[in-house]
Nanobody, 124 residues
């Protein structure tokens, strides 16, 4: 089992920044990929970003257009999401996810472990 705990959410004005963190514990060696998904009000869960824990290869949703950056600290088993130039449409619950042997990192069904999520609210 892998436990994931997110932190860093909150309320920010449009144009501001937030940094989310995800701490993994348990059988972390079984998680080769960690990612962030989000679910806005009355919306489906969508892929945001992912990173491979060994090589650090990153993947991003196209709609982000360079505003977010995912990073990892493999020694500490943590993944962070730096979010800049936030927009009201970024308002959502952000979830950390982990999995192994994921061929399609954008597919939430490929991840076996999920955190409880952290709320991000961007005011206009």
């Amino acid at each position: 089992q892998v436990q994931l705990v997110e932190s860093g959410g909150g309320l920010v004005q449009a144009g501001g920044s937030l940094r989310l963190s995800c701490a993994a514990s348990g059988r972390t060696y079984s998680s080769s990929v960690m990612g962030w998904f989000r679910q806005g009000p009355e919306k489906e869960r969508e892929f945001v970003a992912a990173i491979t824990m060994s090589g650090g290869t990153t993947y991003y949703a196209e709609f982000l257009k360079g505003r977010f950056t995912i990073s990892r600290d493999s020694a500490e088993n943590t993944v962070s999401l730096q979010m800049n130039s936030l927009k009201p449409e970024d308002t959502a619950i952000y979830y950390c996810a982990a999995g192994s042997n994921i061929l399609k990192v954008t597919d939430s069904r490929r991840y076996g472990y999920w955190g409880r999520g952290t709320q991000v609210t961007v005011s206009s």
